[in-house]
């Protein structure tokens, strides 16, 4: 049997990411794809995308600028994790470079122990270039400092959405517009037969991808997949998005901090900046909130609900839930929208032609089930870090352990600075290592290269490095000089 | 300097393990004033069965710094391109794991895709034709794979056929002569820590305590320490790998050609291995003991010999399997005391790496950490568990049925993850990257051919994917010829070691 139809229900930067995923690599004579747009919105209202979108946008043949020119996206460099207790920017690219084979984490730890103030950060160009507010693309030259830059977007979905849409439909994808009003399943097997529209149609499929956001229409209401929930993940239920003018010293940089009610994410695009406060409704009443959002200079403030909560299954049968309709996850440091990106890789790599498709959908949800188990660990450690800044968290940890997983990547890092191994790469080992330290975890003993190491020479080398590394970053333009550059030259 | 810092480490047992840990450890820890003690027995025989490798035992001689023609030429070693599989899957069916790639990906796509639409559509070329290895490997020819990655020639790597007892003697030398201390002696008791059970010191034969802080067990099947003192627990294999003996016997080389690649052919109840060296050839007879008497598997053996046998058969016994931790309070398994798997896929020594390589990388302090020690376990594990699968797997997938011994493994089941491997690649030919070797062409190879090609490369015409393919082939053709004779090379770059260590010293 050949796949010759896919229909693509619910829109957004979800279903026009998978649309033009599935169109690029599926021959466009012998399959047709469409997508069922009713124009809801994606969940959030931001994205903060790390440098693996310039993959998946390669993968799409959509160029960097049609993205920047015609939405209110920035650049981005990293994530600022900052509040009261600590102070540390998780970017991607290089930190520092060997010392005559030394790995330089040893090193910067033996530094830490000889009483350097420094952070791990400035040895960074990518944060050192971010806090100064300044960017600019790596250069292709592996000798040049700037080559190691990775840089990241700032993404207003619904603008984004409209491009991806635009694209999708130049790669032959057909867009319905109109609304779900049934879905039909086959009493057979309990695959979907087809789905009814309100505008009166009625289409069938080989296979359909459930992108209606937490509504799960297809997956979940229709064809009756269970949703489990983590409790830590419920301690947050609620979340108020806002904007406000973006300020004079904006970095290139999402900000993350937790407050005594959640926390609160400040994403800077070109002309604004949007802040998303996630909370929980049973400790804070939308007007608090509302009073604090406005003490930020939030305004346009919109609250809805936030449900974490992910499927037993991902892919069953002949639909596939992509986004929040599959799994609903807290935006910390891996934006939703980017494991949208993986699935529909994922995806297509394993769709291929043949009468039963069982294998590859065991081996799609297993994938993805290893996927959401990293993410999910990362944001339990993270929450675990927060602990003292949040009565909730605070809490769920004083009854709750953390699971065996987190506490053993706790336990390895706290011990030897080692991580464990992990298949899945949402997240690079450096960036766990930026992660733990910025939370003050070092660990407790040094490679034993590094402790017969000459003290001084190494500091030497780390001053050497940090002021390199300044001066480089110093010769970056501004950000805010970089974005106008490239929209004069349009 | 970190008071915890481990001072002294003793290897108990030589052979290839101990002593490619000992040249390791000494080689990372010289600057770090690291005693190393290796205690071991001239009374006490070695395996070293393990001549064939695979090309990760190149990255471990470049670590020691170990120039490859005299590594060459000091273990008596030959050049190796792959491994040839005989009446694995069917009697009468041949193809080659090679040590490189099939064509290249297109589209995103695979390669084998693109090969199986073409077969579906005709073709009569099977995959061997698409991996410059395989195709070299079949001809005799071997050269040092380019540099230069737009060259065909670079599409391919290499490994060894070698004299595991010449390589440990070599690596002895090395160690000894950067410091480790080599003692002879036979362990006769093992002195603990009353409150810990961490081990103290060992008592040899003569008397003499050897004290350490960190222990490494190199003492074979035995596992003197792993096992006979810290009594880990053994996980049995051998309802998947139901072999359990060998004969090793070393016979003349074939005057015809010298093969780069490790020959492994089945038999009623087992396989043969056929590694060439310089000197002489080496076979052995792994087979399933319950299926065949120790008379028929040596006269199967001897029968199948290129030329006259050069010493008396020996035997060994052995059972598929591991410890569940190679690693416990301060001792360290490394090679059969860990685990053993039969060499089919020349992974002896590569596991062998693999302990030394996860010990540098999880390297202790005296605080001997649990998570530490637990992810080493855990690590070590899940490679041990990939190379069995995997292993496991040339056994499921064959049609034969002469014999009860394939019956059996025919019928058998095999571990869940290995069947769900199988049926996705059954069902459409995805590969997990994560997994060993050139997956898909031991697959194929051993019969198990995807029912469906990737529809996505329905976006190439046939006449288009066939003129690709053709290409490729030619293009592998035309290197191929041009390459020199693996025998030639080697005798030439032996003769030119030789030459060179003449006028060093003139």
Sequence with gaps: ??????????????????????????????????????????????????????????????????????TDASFSLGLLCQDAHKNYMLVEGAYGAPLEGIDFQSVYYKSVLLGSPHSLEDYSLNAVAASLGRFGHPVADPKSIYSSIQYGLHLELDAYS???????????????????SRVNLSIKDVAIESIDLMNGMQLSADLFIDCTGERSILLGDAMGVASMADPLDKKFDSVAVGYRPLSMDAKPVTQLMTTENGYLKITPLKHQECVSYTYSSRFSSDDFIKQEMVALNVTNVVFSPLDCKKKTQYWVRNCVAMGYAGASVHDLFVS?????????????????????????????????????????????????????????????????????????????????????????HLFNTIEWVVFFVGNQIFPQTCNLDVDSYDSKKLIQYLESLKTALYKAAEKMPLHKDYIAHLAFNK | MNPNTIKKIVIV????????????????????????????????????????TIPHIRHFNQFLGIDENVFVSETKATFKLGIAFKNWGTLGSDYIHPFGPLGHDISGVEFHHYWLRMQREGSPYSLDHYSLAAMAARAGKFQHPSSDRENLLSTYSYAFHFDAALYAKYLRNYSETKGVVRQEGIVVETKLDSITGFIQSIVLDSGLVVDGDLFIDCTGFKGLLIDKVLHAEFEDWSQWLACDKAIAVPCESSAKMLTPYTQATAHSAGWQWRIPLQHRTGNGHVYASDYMSEDEATAILLNNLDGAALAEPRSFSFKAGQRKQNWIKNCVAIGLAGGFLEPLESTSIYLIQVGIQKLIEFFPDKSFFSANTAEFNCQVDAEYV??????????????????????????????????????????????????????????????????HYDFKINQHSSENIAKYLQKIRVDINAAVTQMPTAKQYIEKMIAASALAVQEGQR
């Excluded at chain 1, 991806?164 to 319905?176: M, N």
């Excluded at chain 2, 002469?402 to 769900?420: G, H, I, T, Y």
């Design chain 1, 1 to 70: 049997m050949t796949i010759k139809n896919i229909v693509i229900v619910g829109g957004g930067a979800t279903g026009w990411s998978v649309a033009c995923l599935l169109a690029k690599n599926l021959p466009r004579e012998l399959v047709k794809i469409s997508v069922v747009d009713d124009w809801r919105k994606d969940h959030g209202q931001v994205e903060f995308a790390r440098s693996s979108i310039h993959r998946f946008h390669e993968l799409i043949g959509l160029h960097e600028k049609q993205c920047m020119l015609n």
């Design chain 1, 162 to 180: 409209k491009v991806l849409s635009a694209h999708a439909l130049a790669l032959g994808v057909e867009l319905i517009a109109s609304d779900l």
């Design chain 1, 336 to 424: 939703p929208m980017s494991l949208v990106r993986s699935a529909a890789v994922r995806l297509v790599d394993l769709l291929t032609d043949f009468d039963d498709l069982t294998f590859s959908i065991d081996e799609y949800n297993r994938l993805t089930h290893v996927e959401l188990e990293q993410l999910r660990e990362l944001a339990e450690l993270y929450f675990y870090f927060e602990r003292s800044s949040n009565a909730a968290l605070g809490d769920h940890f004083n009854s709750n352990a953390l699971s065996a997983g987190a506490q053993h990547r706790l336990d390895l890092f706290a011990c030897s600075g080692r991580h464990p191994h992990q298949s899945a």
């Design chain 2, 13 to 52: 047992g030589g052979g290839t393990a101990g002593w490619m840990t000992a040249a390791a450890l000494i080689k990372k820890f010289s600057a770090s004033n690291i005693q190393i003690v290796l205690v071991e027995s001239e009374t006490i025989g070695t395996v070293g069965v393990g001549e064939s």
């Design chain 2, 386 to 451: 990939r190379i069995r699968d995997f292993i496991i797997m040339h056994y499921k997938e064959t049609r034969r049925e002469d014999s009860e011994f394939w019956l059996r493994c025919k019928n058998m089941n095999v571990p869940v993850a290995l069947q769900q491997r199988q049926d996705l690649f059954n069902q459409c030919g995805g590969v997990d990257r994560e997994q060993y070797g050139v997956y898909e062409s031991v697959c194929i190879g051993q019969g198990l051919v995807p029912k």
